[in-house]
């Protein structure tokens, strides 16, 4: 049998980029994935709202960047008929790698529909897995939290590997804690120890010494990187090819300046005729940490000629865009 994605892209080193509601657009995919992100993975997509819903395939959370792969798309939902037929909707419009089923949003929202709730009634979500695998061929993932308000993690992911799971990610808190506290890696690593599938973990990675310390020491098959990554995508660099080296100030302003373009190119004008950054105000200053006099421009930009006029005194200097990485471009010994 020929391997999955997943097993196919662990054989790099490297990290992946998590699914962030509001932040893991195409843009931000797009430039985790040039810097060597081993997949990525989108916002998490309400199954009801693809079944049921309008204009999906239009729909901007599933819509790939052009030339987009490694890119797996992340369902939610709690009915085993609706994310069956929302797995052949997505693999249909998106083109995704693999389809990952959201077993950790806290938000009140989604309880009630699935996300965290799952954890409550784990073999509804062992149901839900077995329903997804069904309708495709591709991979099928579920990420999961430690548990409700305890940890359940073993017995979770044992219970999706038997139904299934291709693989499994797991952030270390429960749902109770939401993103309070520090994750768990030692629980990360009795779930690693304790199924027949690559885990991922997932919590409180903001730098590539820590992430390759993390992955060696939980004995998971790769880390996940979200918050630590939004504005730093070199992150996964780091960890693609060995090269912590950050780029310099300059680098990084072109490198924020082109994810304006990007999300510009993506999105195109707004209903107002704007071709509108706003969203990207809490992103920009990211890129720039160390150069808090920007800060003030860079959460009032509408456009990109904003983006360019905050970064104008960074921009000067003509460096150029930090250059792509292929995934398994690590030139030395496997870290
Ligand atoms: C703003 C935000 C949105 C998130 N949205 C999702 C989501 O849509 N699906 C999901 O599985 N996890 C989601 N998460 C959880 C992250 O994927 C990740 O597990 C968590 O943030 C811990 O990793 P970090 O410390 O590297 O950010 C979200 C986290 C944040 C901060």
């Given at each position: 049998?020929?391997?999955?994605?997943?097993?196919?892209?662990?054989?790099?080193?490297?990290?992946?980029?998590?699914?962030?509601?509001?932040?893991?657009?195409?843009?931000?995919?797009?430039?985790?994935?040039?810097?060597?992100?081993?997949?990525?993975?989108?916002?998490?997509?309400?199954?009801?709202?693809?079944?049921?819903?309008?204009?999906?395939?239009?729909?901007?959370?599933?819509?790939?960047?052009?030339?987009?792969?490694?890119?797996?798309?992340?369902?939610?939902?709690?009915?085993?008929?609706?994310?069956?037929?929302?797995?052949?909707?997505?693999?249909?419009?998106?083109?995704?790698?693999?389809?990952?089923?959201?077993?950790?949003?806290?938000?009140?929202?989604?309880?009630?529909?699935?996300?965290?709730?799952?954890?409550?009634?784990?073999?509804?979500?062992?149901?839900?897995?077995?329903?997804?695998?069904?309708?495709?061929?591709?991979?099928?993932?579920?990420?999961?939290r430690l548990g409700?308000?305890?940890n359940?993690s073993?017995?979770?992911?044992?219970?999706?590997?038997?139904?299934?799971?291709?693989?499994?990610?797991?952030?270390g808190r429960t749902?109770?804690?939401?993103?309070?506290?520090?994750?768990d890696?030692?629980a990360?690593?009795?779930?690693?120890?304790?199924?027949?599938?690559?885990?991922?973990?997932?919590?409180?990675?903001?730098?590539?010494?820590?992430?390759?310390?993390?992955?060696?020491?939980?004995?998971?098959?790769?880390?996940?990187?979200?918050?630590?990554?939004?504005?730093?995508?070199?992150?996964?660099?780091?960890?693609?090819?060995?090269?912590?080296?950050?780029?310099?100030?300059?680098?990084?302003?072109?490198?924020?300046?082109?994810?304006?373009?990007?999300?510009?190119?993506?999105?195109?004008?707004?209903?107002?005729?704007?071709?509108?950054?706003?969203?990207?105000?809490?992103?920009?200053?990211?890129?720039?940490?160390?150069?808090?006099?920007?800060?003030?421009?860079?959460?009032?930009?509408?456009?990109?000629?904003?983006?360019?006029?905050?970064?104008?005194?960074?921009?000067?200097?003509?460096?150029?865009?930090?250059?792509?990485?292929?995934?398994?471009?690590?030139?030395?010994?496997?870290?």
């Amino acid at each position: 049998m020929t391997p999955g994605f997943y097993a196919r892209r662990l054989q790099a080193p490297g990290a992946v980029l998590a699914p962030m509601a509001g932040y893991s657009d195409a843009p931000l995919r797009q430039l985790a994935a040039e810097q060597g992100a081993l997949w990525t993975v989108s916002e998490m997509i309400s199954s009801r709202g693809l079944v049921l819903g309008g204009e999906s395939e239009k729909l901007t959370l599933g819509r790939p960047y052009p030339g987009e792969e490694g890119r797996v798309v992340q369902l939610f939902g709690a009915e085993p008929d609706i994310l069956a037929e929302a797995v052949r909707r997505a693999e249909t419009w998106f083109t995704p790698a693999a389809i990952d089923l959201n077993m950790g949003c806290p938000v009140p929202k989604v309880r009630g529909r699935g996300g965290a709730c799952l954890l409550q009634t784990p073999e509804v979500a062992y149901g839900l897995i077995t329903a997804m695998r069904g309708a495709t061929r591709l991979d099928v993932s579920a990420k999961i939290r430690l548990g409700w308000d305890e940890n359940r993690s073993v017995e979770i992911a044992q219970g999706l590997a038997a139904a299934g799971a291709s693989l499994i990610t797991v952030h270390g808190r429960t749902s109770a804690q939401r993103y309070t506290g520090e994750a768990d890696w030692d629980a990360i690593a009795r779930v690693a120890a304790a199924v027949p599938v690559p885990v991922v973990g997932s919590g409180d990675i903001l730098t590539a010494a820590q992430a390759r310390a993390r992955r060696r020491e939980a004995g998971v098959a790769a880390v996940m990187i979200g918050r630590g990554a939004v504005g730093n995508p070199w992150l996964f660099r780091a960890l693609a090819t060995g090269d912590d080296a950050l780029p310099p100030a300059a680098g990084r302003a072109r490198t924020a300046l082109r994810h304006a373009e990007l999300h510009v190119a993506f999105y195109g004008p707004d209903r107002y005729g704007l071709a509108s950054v706003r969203p990207l105000r809490k992103v920009l200053p990211r890129y720039l940490p160390d150069f808090p006099e920007l800060r003030d421009a860079l959460v009032q930009v509408d456009t990109v000629a904003d983006v360019a006029a905050a970064l104008s005194p960074l921009l000067e200097d003509a460096v150029p865009l930090p250059a792509p990485v292929a995934v398994g471009a690590y030139a030395g010994r496997r870290p």
